[in-house]
């Protein structure tokens, strides 16, 4: 049987395992909330531990930390960092006190684990103790947001690269099917005749802005309120440590970071994740668009998507696109997400948010799902390839292509053509045309090149 140690706190005494890192406060915090069934995301976590070693370095350099203690805190915090302790979180990700047990889990976490460090046993906080020590001159209010902004600005990164991915992905289908002429669509219509490459290029001039918006909006999470404590006053912090620990801040992640010129207001206020979640809101809904029509391209047999697994229980032969409708899913879940942000935000109570913890769940977990979702379509769109017969044949076949060459024939006499072919029995609308208009003026308007270029050139 697993041995126990008991700690004290404010409501008295509770058992926590032995051998766990954590410590009271994260154990009345998994008995307290059985809600979601998932622990705080991983990003968080890390983003947590390079905050905690930054306030640790500027402790150590103001003289309020001793080198010996600083030195093993550093060192908990780094293992943290590298993933090391990754099941010693498990505070549910939705939680009420605006993130207060997290901050105290990993507050535990890094003191027992510096404790263990200098030869100790787990729970003598003599020795190093959580909020004395690892907490010292923070607030869950600073640390917590701080460290919500950095795990943010790293997965934005990964976000960026995930989407240049996709972007070059479509832009070498763009090349590849440069010269497959097909039919335009809009409103579910035969629209005027337009190339595969070009309907790819569409698409991958959309991820392009997809990956610009997401690149830049790493500016709008740079400034942080670290060191404004409980309200962004720096109330029980001294001057010196809240003017290096954002130096240190730097140092430690690497980031471009700032503490914010109103601090009360970075502490009051949850906008900037709004702001940042819109932009995945928008890539969200290229994501959807574009994956909605490669499985109706898939469906009229222009386009072969990959064939991934067999598609029912009961029909023999039949293959989904599920990876296109696992990207619409995705979609979807982050425009909820989005949703849910923005409610987070707007229900901010004065000088703090208490529902930072959803609203952290809920944005890192919409930058998860495109990061992955983007690599997986980004390999599936590789593997696609055209069907040129049939782009051909819904080509030839279409009365739409006349539209093509109105600068030859006007509209009067294209709509007097169309009717004409309607009524005949030649069902090939590009035979009719060269019938009627000569092969040479049908294959000039009718190229790739013609039907892509922007506009026509004049003559004479």
């Known amino acids: 049987m697993t041995g126990q140690r008991v700690e004290k706190d404010l409501l008295g005494e509770l058992a926590v395992p032995q051998e766990v890192y954590w410590g009271i406060h994260t154990q009345r915090a998994i008995q307290n909330f059985h809600i979601s069934g998932r622990p705080v995301n991983p990003s968080l976590v890390r983003a947590l531990a390079w905050v905690k070693k930054a306030c640790c370095l500027a402790n150590a350099e103001t003289g309020f930390l001793a080198q010996e203690k600083s030195v093993v805190i550093q060192k908990a915090c780094e293992e943290i960092a590298d993933g090391l302790l990754s099941d010693q979180f498990p505070v549910d990700a939705l939680q009420g006190g605006a993130g207060t047990s997290t901050n105290m889990n990993i507050n535990e976490v890094i003191s027992n684990r510096a404790i263990e460090l200098k030869g100790g046993q787990k729970g003598d906080y003599a020795m190093i103790h959580p909020l004395d020590d690892v907490n010292l001159h923070q607030s869950t209010n600073d ?83 670290l060191g404004g404590t409980a309200v962004g006053t720096g109330l029980a912090a001294p001057r010196d440590y809240i003017f290096s620990v954002i130096e240190k801040l730097r140092e430690v992640t690497g980031l471009g970071l700032s503490r914010g010129e109103n601090v009360m207001g970075e502490t009051a206020n949850a906008d900037t994740y709004v702001e940042v979640s819109a932009i995945l809101k928008a890539h969200a809904v290229n994501l959807i668009k574009i994956a909605n029509d490669l499985r109706v391209m898939n469906l009229l047999g222009e386009i072969r998507l990959p064939q991934l697994q067999a598609g029912s229980s009961i029909m023999p032969g039949k293959v989904n696109p599920v990876l296109a409708e696992a990207a619409m899913q995705a979609g979807m879940k982050v425009m909820g997400n989005d949703a849910v942000v923005a409610a987070a935000a707007s229900r901010g109570t004065f000088q703090i948010n208490e529902f930072l913890p959803l609203l952290a769940d809920a944005l890192l977990e919409s930058l998860d799902l495109l990061i992955h979702m983007d690599g997986m379509l980004a390999e599936h769109v590789k593997c696609i390839t055209a069907d040129d017969a049939k782009c051909t044949a819904y080509f030839n076949a279409s009365a739409m292509m006349i539209t093509a060459l109105l600068p030859v024939t006007g509209y009067d006499r294209a709509t007097e053509l169309m009717k004409e072919f309607s009524a005949g029995t030649e069902k090939n609308m590009r035979k009719f045309l060269e019938q009627r208009l000569g092969e040479e003026i049908v294959e000039q308007r009718l190229s790739p090149f013609a039907l892509t270029a922007l506009g026509y050139k004049r003559h004479g």
């Open 143 to 225: 640390v917590y947001p701080t460290a919500l902004k950095v795990a943010a600005i790293f997965r934005l990164r990964d976000l960026s690269k995930a989407i240049a991915n996709l972007q070059g992905i479509f832009q070498q289908k763009e090349k590849e099917f440069a010269t497959v002429v097909k039919l335009g669509r809009t409103e579910w219509q035969e629209a005027v005749p337009i190339t595969l490459g070009a309907e790819f290029s569409a698409f991958a001039e959309a991820f392009s802005r997809d990956r610009w918006r997401t690149f830049k909006c790493e500016e709008r999470l740079r400034v942080v309120n």
